[in-house]
């Protein structure tokens, strides 16, 4: 028996219990930050996952999970991204809100910075869709526009839970792997969200290869080929031509049970993660100013002090 709640009762994006930034006032948040300045950021999608899962489904996967290791570590969580990039073999699908990658990279560089100039200065990104090929970008694109210290880290469920996402014959809990709104990720919304879930109407249907199977990855990068999923255009076909339905697999084979093992081991990982974080880095402290940048000290000074503290500026004085 894990500490972890799971089935997860309820969301706390509206709830005024310390987990969530937008629920707090500057007062509350200049206290948080005393004890923990580390930002969990969930970046999602709104995106057809079938009749049985709701659009919002990976912003779900990643808010429940954050709101988990908020209350295990007293961190903070950022409201959500809650519209993603998405692959080509997405276009077209309906309900599927897809932002161009150079919009996205650019919008979460400046989130960054804005938390940054709050004092929030530890992020760690909390993805649950495949978008693996702009948050990279992102950061990076921030740390070479502001060069300031920072901690910045993307994780993703698909990474810390590992081979508790394999099938039965890798030595995981599923029947089928992994790719879309299917049996590996309908049962992790009924083990998080099961009140928003409609599992009656889940459907399967079939995957639409357009080169032979071995070389691409799926969506766990479990090791079916070298080739990770977001590295190809014309490995598979159209959804909104081969899988109308918004389920790429077999989601009638989910369970929440099945996900548990997955759920406990992301969540052990997120808290770790940010325990590891705090102990280098106790709240207020960053990794040193000379080996991070070559900026002036006397500015990297000053806006670590902030735009209200004598001495202190914001860190828009740097760039924007
Ligand atoms: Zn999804």
Redesign the pocket.
């Known amino acids: 028996m894990s500490k972890w709640q799971i089935p997860a009762s309820g969301g706390n994006m509206e709830a005024a219990n310390g987990i969530y930034f937008q629920n707090m006032t500057n007062l509350e948040v200049a206290e948080r930050l005393k004890k923990n300045d580390i930002l969990l950021l969930p970046v999602g999608?709104s995106?057809n996952?079938g009749p049985s899962a709701p659009y919002g489904?990976?912003t779900f996967?990643d808010t429940r999970l954050c709101e988990q290791v908020a209350k295990a570590t007293g961190c903070t969580v950022a409201q959500p991204i809650w519209y993603g990039s998405h692959p080509y073999h997405h276009l077209g699908q309906k309900g599927t809100i897809m932002i161009p990658e150079e919009v996205l990279a650019d919008y979460l560089v400046y989130v960054f910075a804005g938390f940054w100039n709050t004092g929030f200065r530890k992020i760690i990104i909390v993805n649950?869709?495949?978008q693996d090929y702009v948050i990279p970008f992102a950061i990076h694109k921030f740390g070479k526009k502001f060069q300031v210290p920072a901690i910045i880290l993307y994780t993703h469920f698909w990474n810390c839970a590992k081979e508790e996402l394999d099938t039965k014959e890798n030595g995981g809990p599923y029947e089928t792997p992994f790719i879309?709104?299917d049996e590996v990720?309908q049962s992790w919304s009924l083990a998080l969200f099961p009140e928003l879930c409609k599992q009656e109407y889940a459907v399967k249907t079939s995957a639409a290869p357009l080169i032979p199977a071995g070389h691409i990855n799926n969506s766990a990068e479990r090791g079916a080929g070298p080739i990770k999923w977001y590295n190809a255009l014309g490995s598979c076909g159209m959804e909104c031509i081969c899988q109308p339905e918004g389920v790429i697999g077999d989601a009638s084979k989910a369970d929440a049970s099945k996900a548990v093992p997955g759920i406990e081991k992301t969540l052990d990982y997120l808290e770790k993660l940010v325990n590891d974080i705090l102990t280098a880095y106790p709240a207020g402290q960053l990794p040193p100013i000379d080996k991070m940048t070559q900026r002036k000290r006397e500015d990297i000074e000053a806006v670590i002090k902030g735009p209200n503290e004598p001495g202190g500026r914001h860190i828009y004085t740097l760039t924007y």
């Open positions: 999608s995106e996952h489904e990976d996967l649950g869709h495949g879309h709104a990720e």
